[in-house]
């Protein structure tokens, strides 16, 4: 959700609440040993569901307390595609289209879906994905031992004073990289080449976390190793595997 978060609480969101790593068979060698491969010098960690609690339960729940078509609903969940440039959501997250914009269209398409994206409204996503103190915990163990840090986020520009006032964005990482504010989102190639530009480093020293198989495929493909995740403490085994115990 980053964040990878899509509009009407798509798909994503209905995989198990277990931690995801890819399968041995998924993944280069260097991706599932640490003294195997390449040295692992920066940790990129997605938002949502990497950073904060799992953002599928949350939507539903929110989406169940909004006087909507439930199956209208479902059958937008079923249509959306994440990897879609030209969808209004990849518009909006990439900051082409301003969220007013956006709700207009969303509730046009399906009244009611529009409150969990606006920030006037107790249904507002974001301020309901908590942070995981004890994820929160753990990249400050990574800092002391002087791995860089960086975040990875498909987001809104809108949203982004909600991220940064339950997490100390500024002194957590040493990189922040947001759709919104960039121009451009996971899955896109392009992001993950930016990435690698504001981290000075070769894909092979960069692990990234993230709870979308599209956007941990698409990091993959560009030589960079990857976790996913389906629940932010447990997916930690998976790391201090590859970097170490803190």
């Not at 997250?93 to 529009?114: K, M, V």
């Not at 908590?130 to 002391?144: M, T």
């Amino acid at each position: 959700m980053g964040c990878e978060i899509e509009p009407h609480g798509i798909s994503l969101f209905d995989e198990p609440s277990i931690v995801q790593v890819l399968d041995e068979s998924e993944v280069p060698t260097e991706v599932n040993s640490r003294s195997d491969g390449p040295k692992v010098k920066a940790v990129v960690f997605d938002w949502g569901g990497v950073i904060t609690i799992p953002p599928g339960p949350v939507i539903e729940k929110l989406y169940k307390e909004v006087d909507i078509d439930q199956k209208k609903l479902r059958t937008r969940q079923a249509e959306y595609r994440d990897d879609d440039p030209n969808s209004q959501f990849a518009k909006l997250e990439r900051g082409e289209l301003s969220l007013d914009a956006y709700l207009t269209w969303s509730h046009s398409d399906l009244p009611g879906a529009e409150a969990i994206w606006d920030p006037t409204s107790p249904h507002f996503l974001f301020s309901h994905l908590k942070v995981v103190p004890e994820v929160v915990d753990r990249i400050w163990q990574l800092r002391q031992r002087g791995l860089i840090t960086g975040l990875l986020t498909n987001n809104i520009a809108e949203a982004w004073p909600v991220v940064t006032e339950a997490l100390d964005v500024k002194n957590l990482f040493d990189v922040v990289v947001n759709s919104a504010f960039v121009g451009m989102r996971k899955p896109e190639e392009r992001i993950y080449t930016h990435l690698l530009e504001e981290l000075e480093m070769e894909p092979e020293n960069v692990l990234f976390l993230d709870d979308n198989r599209l956007n941990v495929d698409a990091a993959r493909a560009r030589g960079i190793q990857v976790i996913e995740v389906t629940e932010p403490v447990a997916a930690w085994t998976k790391i201090e595997q590859m970097v170490g115990k803190a």
